[in-house]
Structures are given as structure tokens and as C-alpha cells.
């Protein structure tokens, strides 16, 4: 992955600062404009504070410094003086002022942009979660989204500081013009220095992220409790615990180096500011002795001299930091703009509603990496009104069969077709609104046992459709029995929830599906964990809806499929069985010697 860094030096940094402004005041507009027109409005109010300030310390100096009774030096200068207090005052008003702007719109703006993330990832095709670098570029892309926050905090800051320093500079030029290159070559090493800073942080991250986002999933996997009995009792532990260090010292170490080469760019800017600063304390000591300027001027530029150091630091530190924060918010505007083009557009054309036939036509679809298709040239036609039933052993194409004939995967070759509508030219949201999917792994949603059933369909104005739902897997007698029924947490690790076992969640997963009432209804070793009477339950209701719609389940258990009107048999990605029960465990292929091995047990 490449970092945007490498080809940053300091003047293009300067330069890119004005688009970098307009797209962090792009962003905050679209969240809300009063608030950037509050935080503009004190920015200018505080510069404007602050240019009079110096401007009335300049006045305040000459009396204070001149001759005369010290009484009416004072009075003469109070005037000033006064004007000198209300700008402080302004100025503090001002930046409490922006600072509650910043306040209600950085949490807005993270969320956005968290929200706009997530959406992306759950829109891109299915095929692109299975691209190497799509993981990477998602972290990298979650890393840009936390930085709007700190993001917005340094364009606040950088603007702040950037007004001031101008009326600095403006005080600075009226007191004598040679003050202000001298000013300005005092801060560019350290300007340069912190470019060089940030190159080494984001090179460091970028060079961490592939190992953070194996920690991270690493770290889900050894912590969840839905593993931690095979964590416990297979001893691995110990062994985990080992990798996840290692993979932890590895990120470590580099972090570690970077501090180092840091370090050395920083003192090398130390050096180079501290003479470039004493040749401006020289300088402005030579006008002084010299007479070019008074001790009155020389007084206040000495003020003057220090706060444009200061501001003029600040600039060049948060010009910087925005810039490093605008690179992660390019890795994170990169992606979601990356993934629009990732996310289906494979036409317009509505998919049947209740289809008829779905046929596959030479069909064949390869994942990255693999020497062979995981489903090549195959062919088949599915009916409405019957049970087709998908056997094979483990990497035969039976999975992606399934994504094929939902339109989770598009056909590499050949086409998959509904009443003769090519899935690859119909809008994937009507055909998944078409369908029913039980996956061989579904989710343990953190949700009450109503939604895990209902989840992402219509809201219903009663329960009846839900309780017949659940009486269709068996799960009203466990319904029944949670305190709180149809509104019980399923989950245990939350306040007041409970956790189901695995043949429980079978069931609530099969029951999210059928009560979807599908036209097409798809499921992937829907009872794998199922006892023998909640699994005859399941496929006896799976025959008693077949009429309707076109079914499809693929199973191991070789004596569920007598109930299928018709068996497809996989092997290496074709097909190369099909019939029923009765014909096939009698015609000595691949059928009869799995059902055989599966009875000598």
C-alpha cells in the first residue's frame, strides 16, 4: 500500500492547505452550517482582537517607556491599556465560543463518517470482502474515520493560529519591515522538521496495518466467548497467547524505530531553529543599539516577536497535523469512493416476483487464489413447487451454489437466470427481497428473540406471525420459558440477557427465513446442530411449504433427502447426479457410497 507521505515536502504542504480547508468546511457544512458560521465568525473576531491588542500595546509602550512622572505615564497610557484588557477578552470569549462549535460538531462528523463507512462495507459485492487487500484498506479507511475528530480540532486550531500570526506580522512590518523574514526563517526548521515527523508516523502506520488487522481478528477469536470452550479444553491457550505477542512486539518494534528516527529529525530541527531564532534576537538587538528603532518599538516587538513565534509554531504544527489527519481521511475517502464502484450495479430489471424456474447455464465462478473453479460449467433447472435437495462432499460447490442462485455472486461464466432474467442485469435488491437464506454459519445477534426472527422485515401490528413462526422450529416451549418471551435479550454477556444453545440457534436462524415466506428458499446445513426430532420438525415444514415456492437445502445427513423431490449430487464443482432418493442410492455412484459409509456407523 502506498503512503501518501512519501512525496510531501514542506512548501507542497503550504500549498495543499487551502484544499484541505475547503474539504474539512465541506464536510462540517453538510453536518451543520450555523455551527461552521459561529466557528468562522469567532476566528475572525479573534484575530481581529488580537491584531488591536498589539496594536494598542504598541501605543501603551511609548508612555510607559518614555519620560516622566511615573503617575502620569500611567494615566496616559491607560487608555491603551484598556483597549488591551477588552481585546484579551474578546479574544477569550471568541475561542470559548469556537471551541463549543467544535464541540457539537465533531461528534456529528465522526459519525458520519462512521456511518458512511459501515454503509460502505455492507454495500461493496460479495465477491470484493474476498480480495487480499480489502481487509487492509478497511482498516486503514476505520483509522481515517476516528481522525475527524482530531481533524477538525486542527483546523480550528491551525485557522486560530494562522489569524493571529497575521496580526503579528501585520504589527511586526509597521514596526520595522526587516523583523519579518527573519521571523519567518526563525520557524521553517522547525517547520521541516515536523513534516518529517509525520512522514515517519504514517510510513510506520502504514507499514503496521496488515499486522493490526490480523491482531484485531486474532484478538476477537481468542476473547469471545462463543469459542472459549474449544480455547479451554484443547490447551491453546498458551499457544495463542504466544502468537498474539509475537504479532504485538512485531507492531511494537516498529513504533519503537520510528520514536528513534524521529527523534533524530527532531533535534536536528532543534538545532537548526535555535540558531535561525538567536540570528532574529540579534537582529532585533542590532536595530535596537543601532537606533533604527526605539527602546519603546523595540519593547513591543519584543511582545510582538514572541507571540508571532508562538502562533507562528502553532501554524506550522497544526498545518502539519491536519495534513497528517487529511492523509487517514484520504485512506477513508478513498474507500468509500472505492467501494461504490464495488457495490452491485448490474442493472434496473426487477426480478420475477414469484419465479418459476431458476436455471444455470454453463455456469462457472473461481475465488482469488484457487488452482480450480469452486463451480465450473455447470448446468441445472430448479421448479417451483419442488424440494431439490444438494449433497456432496466438503468443497464440492455447494456453498456457492447457493450465493450463485441468490445473486450474492455473479457468474465468472455462463448465466444464472430467474423466469429467463439474468440475475447479472437485475437490481440485486429485488432479488434478495425474493429470498430466504439460512447460511451454514449465521450470526448470534445481540438483539431480543422477536428480532432476531423478525430482523430487516416489516413491522407486523402483532405477534401471530412470529408465534407461528416459532412453533414451525420447535421454539415455543423455550420462548415460553424466558421471562420476558418474545422481548428476551439473547445474549448473556449484555444486562438481563440469555444465551440459546447451538441447535437453538439453528432453529432461530431457520426462523428468520421462513418467516420471511420467500419465493425462493435457500438453506445451507439448516440442522447440522439439530437433535433428530428438531431436525425431522425442520424438514418436515420445509416439505409442507415446498408447493409455494422454490426450495433448496443442501445437507450432509444423506437420510433427510428422502423427503426431496429430487437430489443434485456435486463433485469438484459440477454436477454429476440427479434424481431421486430411490434412484440414486441403488445407482452405484457417489450418492450410494456416501449413504452407505453414513449408515455403517
Given at each position: 500500500?502506498?503512503n501518501?507521505?512519501e512525496?510531501?515536502?514542506?512548501?507542497?504542504?503550504?500549498?495543499?492547505?487551502?484544499?484541505?480547508?475547503?474539504?474539512i468546511?465541506t464536510?462540517?457544512?453538510?453536518i451543520?452550517?450555523?455551527?461552521?458560521?459561529?466557528?468562522?465568525?469567532?476566528?475572525l473576531a479573534?484575530g481581529?482582537?488580537a491584531?488591536v491588542?498589539?496594536?494598542?500595546t504598541?501605543?501603551?509602550m511609548?508612555?510607559?517607556?518614555g519620560?516622566?512622572?511615573v503617575?502620569d505615564?500611567?494615566?496616559e497610557?491607560?487608555?491603551?491599556?484598556a483597549v488591551?484588557?477588552?481585546?484579551?477578552?474578546?479574544?477569550?470569549?471568541?475561542?470559548?465560543?469556537?471551541?463549543?462549535?467544535?464541540?457539537?460538531?465533531?461528534?456529528?462528523?465522526?459519525?458520519?463518517?462512521?456511518?458512511?463507512?459501515?454503509?460502505?462495507?455492507v454495500?461493496?459485492?460479495?465477491?470484493?470482502?474476498?480480495?487480499?487487500d480489502?481487509?487492509?484498506?478497511?482498516?486503514?479507511a476505520?483509522t481515517?474515520?476516528?481522525?475527524?475528530?482530531r481533524?477538525?480540532y486542527?483546523?480550528?486550531?491551525f485557522?486560530s493560529?494562522?489569524?493571529?500570526?497575521?496580526?503579528a506580522?501585520?504589527?511586526?512590518?509597521?514596526?520595522h519591515?526587516l523583523?519579518?523574514?527573519?521571523?519567518?526563517?526563525a520557524?521553517?526548521?522547525?517547520?521541516a522538521?515536523a513534516?518529517?515527523?509525520?512522514?515517519?508516523?504514517?510510513?510506520?502506520?502504514?507499514?503496521?496495518?496488515s499486522?493490526?488487522?490480523?491482531?484485531g481478528?486474532?484478538r476477537?477469536?481468542?476473547?469471545?466467548?462463543?469459542?472459549?470452550?474449544e480455547?479451554?479444553?484443547?490447551?491453546?491457550?498458551?499457544?495463542?497467547?504466544?502468537?498474539?505477542?509475537?504479532?504485538?512486539?512485531?507492531i511494537?518494534?516498529r513504533?519503537?524505530?520510528?520514536?528513534?528516527r524521529?527523534?533524530?529529525?527532531?533535534?536536528?530541527a532543534?538545532?537548526?531553529?535555535?540558531v535561525?531564532l538567536?540570528?532574529?534576537?540579534?537582529?532585533?538587538?542590532w536595530?535596537?543599539?543601532?537606533?533604527r528603532?526605539?527602546f519603546?518599538?523595540?519593547?513591543?516587538?519584543v511582545?510582538?516577536?514572541?507571540?508571532a513565534l508562538g502562533?507562528?509554531?502553532?501554524v506550522?504544527?497544526?498545518?502539519?497535523?491536519?495534513?497528517?489527519s487529511?492523509?487517514?481521511?484520504?485512506?477513508?475517502k478513498r474507500f468509500?469512493?472505492?467501494?461504490?464502484?464495488?457495490?452491485?450495479?448490474?442493472g434496473?430489471?426487477?426480478?420475477p416476483?414469484?419465479?418459476?424456474?431458476i436455471?444455470?447455464d454453463?455456469v462457472?465462478?473461481?475465488?482469488?487464489?484457487?488452482?480450480?473453479?469452486a463451480?465450473?460449467?455447470?448446468s441445472?433447472?430448479?421448479?417451483?413447487?419442488?424440494?431439490?435437495a444438494?449433497?456432496?462432499?466438503?468443497?464440492?460447490?455447494?456453498?456457492?451454489?447457493?450465493?450463485?442462485?441468490?445473486?450474492?455472486?455473479?457468474?465468472?461464466?455462463g448465466?444464472?437466470?430467474w423466469?429467463?432474467v439474468d440475475?447479472?442485469a437485475?437490481?440485486?435488491?429485488?432479488?434478495?427481497?425474493?429470498t430466504?437464506?439460512v447460511?451454514?454459519?449465521?450470526a448470534?445477534?445481540?438483539?431480543t428473540?422477536?428480532e432476531?426472527?423478525?430482523?430487516?422485515?416489516?413491522l407486523?401490528?402483532?405477534?401471530?406471525?412470529v408465534?407461528?413462526?416459532?412453533?414451525?422450529?420447535?421454539?415455543r416451549?423455550t420462548?415460553?420459558e424466558f421471562p420476558?418471551?418474545?422481548?428476551?435479550?439473547?445474549?448473556?454477556?449484555?444486562?438481563?440477557?440469555?444465551?440459546l444453545?447451538?441447535?437453538?440457534?439453528?432453529?432461530?436462524?431457520?426462523?428468520?427465513a421462513?418467516?420471511?415466506?420467500?419465493?425462493?428458499?435457500?438453506?445451507?446445513?439448516?440442522?447440522?446442530?439439530?437433535?433428530?426430532?428438531?431436525?425431522?420438525m425442520?424438514?418436515?415444514?420445509?416439505?409442507?411449504m415446498a408447493?409455494?415456492r422454490?426450495?433448496i437445502?443442501?445437507?450432509?445427513r444423506?437420510?433427510?433427502?428422502?423427503?426431496a423431490d429430487r437430489?443434485?449430487?456435486?463433485?469438484?464443482g459440477?454436477?454429476?447426479?440427479?434424481?431421486?432418493?430411490?434412484?440414486l442410492?441403488?445407482?452405484?455412484g457417489?450418492?450410494?457410497?456416501l449413504?452407505?459409509?453414513?449408515?455403517?456407523?
Amino acid at each position: 500500500m502506498r503512503n501518501a507521505f512519501e512525496d510531501a515536502s514542506f512548501l507542497r504542504l503550504c500549498a495543499r492547505i487551502p484544499a484541505l480547508l475547503r474539504q474539512i468546511a465541506t464536510m462540517a457544512w453538510q453536518i451543520d452550517r450555523r455551527d461552521v458560521l459561529v466557528l468562522l465568525g469567532c476566528q475572525l473576531a479573534s484575530g481581529t482582537a488580537a491584531a488591536v491588542g498589539l496594536a494598542a500595546t504598541a501605543d501603551a509602550m511609548a508612555p510607559v517607556l518614555g519620560g516622566g512622572l511615573v503617575p502620569d505615564r500611567i494615566r496616559e497610557a491607560l487608555p491603551a491599556l484598556a483597549v488591551v484588557a477588552v481585546a484579551a477578552a474578546v479574544a477569550r470569549v471568541t475561542y470559548g465560543i469556537a471551541s463549543w462549535a467544535v464541540g457539537r460538531l465533531k461528534p456529528r462528523l465522526m459519525t458520519a463518517a462512521d456511518v458512511a463507512l459501515v454503509e460502505a462495507v455492507v454495500s461493496v459485492e460479495l465477491s470484493a470482502l474476498n480480495r487480499a487487500d480489502f481487509a487492509d484498506e478497511h482498516e486503514a479507511a476505520e483509522t481515517g474515520a476516528l481522525r475527524c475528530d482530531r481533524m477538525l480540532y486542527d483546523a480550528q486550531a491551525f485557522m486560530s493560529a494562522l489569524i493571529r500570526l497575521m496580526a503579528a506580522f501585520g504589527v511586526l512590518t509597521v514596526l520595522h519591515p526587516l523583523m519579518l523574514p527573519v521571523l519567518v526563517l526563525a520557524v521553517l526548521p522547525s517547520g521541516a522538521g515536523a513534516v518529517a515527523e509525520a512522514k515517519i508516523e504514517h510510513r510506520t502506520h502504514y507499514a503496521n496495518v496488515s499486522s493490526r488487522n490480523v491482531k484485531g481478528m486474532m484478538r476477537w477469536h481468542v476473547t469471545t466467548p462463543r469459542l472459549a470452550d474449544e480455547v479451554r479444553a484443547n490447551s491453546m491457550k498458551a499457544y495463542l497467547l504466544f502468537w498474539y505477542r509475537t504479532i504485538s512486539h512485531r507492531i511494537d518494534a516498529r513504533v519503537v524505530s520510528a520514536a528513534d528516527r524521529q527523534l533524530r529529525a527532531n533535534l536536528v530541527a532543534a538545532v537548526a531553529g535555535g540558531v535561525c531564532l538567536t540570528l532574529a534576537w540579534c537582529t532585533l538587538l542590532w536595530l535596537t543599539v543601532t537606533g533604527r528603532v526605539s527602546f519603546a518599538v523595540s519593547a513591543t516587538a519584543v511582545v510582538a516577536v514572541r507571540a508571532a513565534l508562538g502562533n507562528l509554531t502553532n501554524v506550522v504544527h497544526y498545518c502539519t497535523s491536519l495534513f497528517h489527519s487529511t492523509l487517514y481521511l484520504g485512506d477513508w475517502k478513498r474507500f468509500v469512493d472505492d467501494t461504490r464502484t464495488l457495490a452491485p450495479a448490474r442493472g434496473r430489471v426487477p426480478a420475477p416476483v414469484h419465479p418459476e424456474t431458476i436455471r444455470f447455464d454453463e455456469v462457472s465462478y473461481s475465488y482469488p487464489n484457487k488452482a480450480r473453479p469452486a463451480v465450473d460449467g455447470l448446468s441445472l433447472t430448479l421448479r417451483r413447487g419442488e424440494l431439490v435437495a444438494v449433497v456432496g462432499e466438503n468443497g464440492s460447490g455447494k456453498s456457492t451454489l447457493m450465493r450463485l442462485v441468490t445473486g450474492l455472486f455473479v457468474a465468472d461464466k455462463g448465466t444464472v437466470s430467474w423466469d429467463g432474467v439474468d440475475l447479472a442485469a437485475t437490481d440485486p435488491e429485488t432479488v434478495w427481497a425474493r429470498t430466504g437464506l439460512v447460511p451454514q454459519f449465521f450470526a448470534y445477534w445481540p438483539l431480543t428473540a422477536r428480532e432476531n426472527i423478525t430482523l430487516g422485515q416489516p413491522l407486523t401490528q402483532d405477534d401471530g406471525r412470529v408465534w407461528e413462526t416459532v412453533d414451525t422450529v420447535g421454539l415455543r416451549e423455550t420462548v415460553e420459558e424466558f421471562p420476558e418471551g418474545l422481548d428476551m435479550l439473547l445474549a448473556r454477556e449484555l444486562w438481563g440477557g440469555v444465551n440459546l444453545s447451538g441447535g437453538q440457534w439453528q432453529r432461530i436462524a431457520c426462523a428468520r427465513a421462513l418467516y420471511r415466506r420467500p419465493p425462493v428458499l435457500i438453506l445451507d446445513e439448516p440442522t447440522s446442530e439439530l437433535d433428530a426430532r428438531g431436525e425431522h420438525m425442520i424438514f418436515q415444514a420445509l416439505k409442507d411449504m415446498a408447493k409455494d415456492r422454490i426450495t433448496i437445502v443442501v445437507t450432509h445427513r444423506l437420510d433427510n433427502t428422502r423427503i426431496a423431490d429430487r437430489i443434485v449430487v456435486m463433485e469438484r464443482g459440477r454436477i454429476t447426479e440427479n434424481g431421486t432418493f430411490d434412484q440414486l442410492v441403488t445407482a452405484g455412484g457417489l450418492f450410494q457410497e456416501l449413504y452407505a459409509l453414513s449408515q455403517d456407523r
